[in-house]
C-alpha cells in the first residue's frame, strides 16, 4: 500500500515515514499544500495521512479540492486542535478519520489500518489462494499452513498480489503500489523479491509456481492448472 504524507513538522515526518516504512508501507512526504497537490495527482495513494496547518495554507484546501475532483482516497486528518467544531468541519469537508496531537504512533499505525481495511470492505481481512495464504490483521503468511519468514516489504508484496490475483500486475504497477517515491526505476529490487517469495513458498513445502513471470509483461498470482493471462 502507498501512503502520502502531508506533515511539515520535521521530527514528526521523519518518525511517520521511518514508522511506517518499517511496517511495510510506501510512504511519500509533502511538506506543503502545493507538494501534496502536485504529489497526489501524479500518483495513486492508497490512504493520505493529513496536517492542517501548513505553511502555505489549511489542509482542509487540499481536501476539499481532492473531494471536488473525485478523489475518494481515505484521509486521517492530524492536528493540535481538539475543538468539536474544528472536527466536525474536517469531517464535513471529506475526511475520513481524525487524530489530534500528541498521539502515538501505534494509535495512528492502528487507524490507518483500520481506514485501509475499510476501503477495501469486501475483501475479507484473510486472504487465500492454492495453499497460500495472508492474515492481514496480524500480517502472518502461511503456505501450507507453515508460516513464512517474510520481510516487512516481502509481505507487502504478497498482500498486493493476493489482493489482485489472476491479474498480471507490470513492475511499474507494483513500483506505485508497494514503494515510495524513491523507487529507481532501473533497478531489479521487484525481479529479486519474486524469486525471494517463490524460495521461501517452496521451503515451506507450497507450490512457488503459483507466481508466475508473464514474458514481456510482469507477474500473476494463479493457481496450477490455470492458463496464464
Same mark, same amino acid.
Given at each position: ?7 511539515? /513538522?520535521?521530527? !514528526? =515526518? &521523519? ?5 511506517? *516504512?518499517? +511496517?511495510?508501507?510506501? %510512504?511519500?512526504?509533502? #511538506? ?73 504512533? /501505534?494509535?495512528? !499505525? =492502528? &487507524? ?5 481495511? *475499510?476501503? +477495501?470492505?469486501?475483501? %475479507?481481512?484473510?486472504? #487465500? ?101
Amino acid at each position: 500500500m502507498r501512503l502520502l504524507i502531508v506533515e511539515d /513538522e520535521p521530527s !514528526l =515526518a &521523519r518518525h511517520l515515514l521511518r514508522g511506517l *516504512r518499517e +511496517e511495510g508501507y510506501a %510512504a511519500d512526504l509533502a #511538506e506543503t499544500l502545493a507538494e501534496a497537490s502536485e504529489l497526489s495527482f501524479a500518483s495513486d495513494y492508497d490512504l493520505a495521512v493529513l496536517d492542517l496547518m501548513l505553511p502555505d495554507g489549511n489542509g482542509l484546501d487540499l481536501l476539499r479540492e481532492w473531494r471536488e475532483n473525485g478523489r475518494h482516497l481515505p484521509v486521517l486528518v492530524l492536528t493540535a486542535r481538539d475543538a468539536v467544531e474544528d472536527k466536525v468541519s474536517g469531517l464535513d469537508r471529506g475526511a475520513d478519520d481524525y487524530l489530534t496531537k500528541p498521539f502515538r504512533f /501505534e494509535e495512528l !499505525l =492502528a &487507524r490507518v489500518r483500520t481506514l485501509l481495511r *475499510r476501503r +477495501e470492505s469486501k475483501i %475479507a481481512s484473510r486472504l #487465500e489462494l492454492g495453499g497460500l495464504s495472508l492474515d492481514r490483521d496480524a500480517m502472518v503468511a502461511e503456505a501450507n499452513g507453515q508460516r513464512l519468514a517474510l520481510t516487512a516489504k516481502e509481505l507487502a508484496l504478497l498482500e498486493y498480489f493476493l489482493l489482485h490475483p489472476r491479474r498480471v500486475l507490470s513492475r511499474s504497477i507494483i513500483a506505485e503500489h508497494v514503494w515510495d517515491e524513491g523507487w529507481d526505476a532501473d533497478s531489479n529490487v521487484i525481479d529479486v523479491l519474486v524469486g525471494r517469495l517463490r524460495k521461501k513458498i517452496r521451503a515451506a513445502g507450497g507450490d512457488g509456481d503459483l507466481l508466475r513471470t508473464v514474458k514481456g509483461l510482469g507477474y500473476v498470482l494463479r493457481e496450477t492448472g490455470e492458463e496464464d493471462p
